[in-house]
């Protein structure tokens, strides 16, 4: 008699992947390390639990608590060979889920294990001559203002979602997370960068790193405490640190012809430099000598070396934008005199210029366009007819003419593209 097989199906799809880049990273071992429970905690770790709940988010794309215990149920055989482990559906109830994140969301914790881990991730690297990537981003819910969710400057565009502010810093090239930080979404950018520069350095236990920002990082306070032990920083300046008056100066020499600009390319993938091809910018350096006090009060002078770049692609597309709103310009500051049915006329050239100077300001176009207005008297006689006498009629017409200013244009254009 053949025995009875009995043959049990089971959806593995990219559960064990997952699970196993958790492990490498030692997450499970990590959080167990730095999360203690208490005395009541029974059946699968804190760390185990939330490396299976993690595989549920990332395999099934689900957030919700109370949809993981049935997955679980249903990929029994699949998790228990990945983790080695005994699991049961309880222990991935919602209630036991809730309160891991009770136990997950001390900072001081949580701190600990960011930088474990990150010295774990990062230890097989070396970190000569690479860079880390510090920004921060915001992100919406259609939730109401509460906690960390509140109003603020949306850089999605939607104002009137509650958000929270997120920070982080990233290794490059690899794109390896080193720190996360989430705050109420009514909090300023500025103040976020050195606490996650802070973090990175004591991942890394070392300096010498540079730190690429946005133009918000470019704050004087921010720069002297990145320098201090002997970090570096790259990072646009804003209008407030390089007003337009010192840019002026800056460039001077290059508009005069007494310096030029060098060009720049972008190398292949392989590192490789095709000097015969196009160039993507222009662009010089300087080195200015700084002098500020730290946050902890200390003086700090170094040298900052500037580079001044000028995008060709970035300085065409403004170019063009600028040569569109000229034309448009033109053409409606021509269009001032034209009599159509239900269009109101120009009084008189007094009525003129604020007309004229509210077009050049929609277009944003003050000072590229020439206007000339004039009037012109026309005069004519009207025969005598029966008993009505001869008379003269004298006749006014307002005449607008619009053309570019090309030299301010040009020297307009020229500025376009440069940035510190």
């Not at 774990?120 to 970190?127: M, P």
Request: a positive charge; aromatic letters at 6%; glycine letters at 6%.
């Amino acid at each position: 008699m053949s025995p009875k097989i009995t043959a049990t199906h089971e959806r593995v799809d990219d559960i064990p992947a997952i699970i196993a880049h958790l492990k490498k990273m030692r997450v499970a071992e990590l959080l167990d390390q730095h999360f203690p429970t208490n005395g009541n905690w029974q059946g699968l770790s804190l760390g185990w639990t939330t490396v299976v709940w993690f595989a549920f988010m990332l395999s099934e794309g689900d957030h919700r608590l109370y949809r993981v215990e049935p997955w679980v149920k249903e990929h029994l055989r699949t998790l228990r060979r990945c983790i080695d482990s005994t699991v049961r559906p309880r222990d991935l109830a919602a209630d036991r889920l809730a309160t891991s994140l009770d136990s997950l969301c001390v900072a001081a914790c949580w701190a600990r294990f960011e930088r474990a881990r990150n010295q774990s991730v990062v230890r097989v690297y070396d970190l000569q001559g690479r860079l880390v990537r510090v920004d921060t981003t915001t992100a919406a819910a259609y939730v109401t203002p509460a906690g960390l969710f509140q109003l603020g400057h949306s850089k999605d565009h939607r104002p009137d979602l509650p958000q929270v502010t997120i920070a982080r810093a990233v290794l490059d090239p690899l794109g390896v997370p080193l720190t996360l930080t989430v705050v109420a979404g009514n909090t300023a950018d500025d103040p976020l960068y050195l606490p996650e520069i802070a973090k990175v350095r004591q991942s890394a236990q070392s300096t010498g790193l540079p730190y690429v920002g946005d133009c918000k990082m470019a704050a004087i306070g921010t720069r002297t405490a990145i320098v201090a032990p002997q970090d570096y920083s790259l990072c646009p300046l804003s209008a407030k640190q390089m007003p337009e008056a010192e840019l002026d100066r800056v460039l001077a020499p290059v508009f005069r012809g007494g310096l030029a600009p060098s060009e720049i390319r972008v190398p292949h993938a392989d590192g490789a430099l095709d000097e015969t091809a196009d160039p993507v910018a222009i662009g010089f350096a300087y080195t200015v000598e700084l002098r500020a006090l730290e946050h902890a009060g200390q003086p700090q002078a170094w040298q900052e070396r500037r580079l001044v770049v000028r995008s060709l692609a970035c300085a065409a597309s403004q170019e063009k934008s600028w040569r569109q709103r000229v034309a448009r310009a033109v053409t409606e500051l021509n269009a001032l005199d034209e009599h159509k049915q239900g269009k109101a006329r120009v009084p008189d050239e007094a009525g003129a210029s604020p007309a004229a100077a509210a077009i050049m300001a929609k277009h944003r176009v003050a000072g590229l366009v020439h206007v000339t207005v004039t009037t012109e008297v026309h005069t004519h006689v009207n025969r005598r007819y029966g008993t009505r006498p001869a008379t003269t009629v004298r006749s006014e017409r307002l005449r607008v003419s619009a053309t570019c200013a090309e030299a301010p244009l040009a020297d307009a254009v020229r500025r376009l593209g440069w940035r510190v």
